[in-house]
């Protein structure tokens, strides 16, 4: 069988520290028919001459581009715009593959043909690259994804090219959830396909998305995702729009207390019980609870270590 040209993009902005590590990562894939392409975003750090540096030492072997700062959403879609690939993906400037991650994932897309989007497990890691856990992705469910807004694609996910032509890639007015909203309607072109092995590392650091402080419009922004998304669909069923709205307002509620914001948080909290008043006796609120005002006292201590030092 004739091997699909995959190709990954790498945006990158101010991650000079660890781009090198994601990039041999992808130069280390056991599947011959890779193109790499990276984008600097408009970094101030050393993340061009990075890219720049390790685009000589495998000549030929990976496109390096900088641009005045797009955001992530716009940087990618320029990546997949020039892309030759039949098979789209990304790696985060921060994250890394295993050396058969790609040749695996295009296998699970080639054994499925209805599939459109194919994803694996992972392993969480911390800046230093020490193992935490592996997250097992469950199986695709479409109405977990719309329900609970359980986004199962995680790092080195692969998709069709038609998914990026019918969708038009990742929307640039999001800026916190622009992955989810992007699988969200990448699952209206086909199904999910798991691969059961684990395909690389996402590393958890100060820098990362997870644990910013979020203005209140990025804190919220998941919420108006799901509401656009059922806004269009007026004849969904009212208990489904009200599960996942709910799980929606949780999620803001979260984001508004790791970024120091309690009483928007408890807002949050009050309108999902108010939606599902079964939500009180779920663990995974409380997790969810413990973890945004958790991350909020991590900012804290950190900021007082700085300030004392």
Not at 198 to 211: K, L, N, Q
Request: net charge positive; proline share 5%.
């Amino acid at each position: 069988m004739t091997q699909p040209v995959v190709t990954l993009v790498t945006p990158a902005h101010n991650q000079g520290a660890y781009l090198r590590e994601t990039m041999l990562s992808v130069l280390a894939q056991d599947y011959p028919a890779l193109e790499y392409i990276v984008i600097d975003d408009g970094s101030t750090d050393e993340t061009w001459a990075v890219a720049q540096a390790v685009a000589a030492e495998y000549p030929g072997r990976v496109q390096v581009f900088t641009q005045t700062n797009s955001g992530q959403s716009a940087t990618l879609n320029r990546g997949w715009g020039m892309a030759r690939g039949a098979m789209l993906g990304y790696l985060s400037s921060d994250d890394r593959l295993e050396p058969d991650a790609v040749s695996g994932l295009v296998a699970a897309l080639q054994a499925s043909p209805a599939a459109a989007v194919a994803y694996g497990d992972f392993r969480i890691v911390d800046a230093q690259g020490r193992f935490i856990r592996t997250a097992r992705a469950p199986a695709f469910d479409r109405q977990a994804l719309l329900e609970d807004l359980v986004c199962a694609p995680g790092v080195g996910a692969l998709f069709r090219r038609e998914v990026f032509e019918r969708t038009g890639g990742w929307d640039v007015q999001r800026r916190q959830v622009p992955d989810f909203e992007f699988w969200l309607r990448a699952s209206e072109v086909g199904d999910f396909v798991h691969h059961p092995a684990c395909v690389g590392d996402y590393r958890i650091h100060e820098g990362s998305a997870s644990f910013k402080v979020m203005p209140p419009e990025r804190a919220d922004e998941i919420l108006r995702v799901v509401q656009q998304h059922w806004a269009q669909r007026p004849a969904a069923p009212a208990a489904r729009v009200r599960k996942s709205t709910a799980r929606a307002l949780t999620l803001s509620g979260k984001n508004h207390a790791q970024s120091g914001r309690t009483g928007q948080a408890l807002r949050r909290y009050a309108a999902a019980l108010r939606l599902r008043p079964g939500l009180l006796l779920e663990p995974a609120l409380w997790r969810q609870i413990v973890v945004g005002f958790a991350r909020r006292w991590h900012f804290n201590r950190q900021m007082a270590k700085e300030s004392s030092s």
